[in-house]
């Protein structure tokens, strides 16, 4: 994961480079690619490790949870 994210920051900024001195086209082009790789492939994947093996319940607002919540914040 770190070497995918380190390879679409390397994109983005080569698109910069070959946007400001060879052609704009190619580098927005570049950057366009980078930006929907991070956005449907490493977030996916980042989402899913740091996810991985925890309930769900622990992190919503249920009734149990705000009961707890508020049980703490009287001591």
Known sequence: MKI???AI???I??????RTFDDQAMGDVI???A????AFVLMPIFL??????????DYTL???????MRDK???
């Not at 930006?35 to 991070?38: D, G, I, P």
């Not at 899913?48 to 319940?57: A, F, P, V």
């Not at 249920?62 to 707890?68: A, G, V, Y």
């Open 13 to 18: 900024g080569i698109g910069f480079y070959i």
């Open 48 to 57: 899913y490790i740091r996810w991985n093996g925890k309930k769900l319940k």
């Open 35 to 38: 930006v929907l790789a991070s």
């Open 73 to 75: 914040g009287l001591d």
């Open 4 to 6: 995918l994210g380190i």
């Open 9 to 11: 920051l390397i994109a």
């Open 62 to 68: 249920t009734k149990e949870n705000m009961d707890r």
């Open 31 to 33: 950057i366009g690619v």
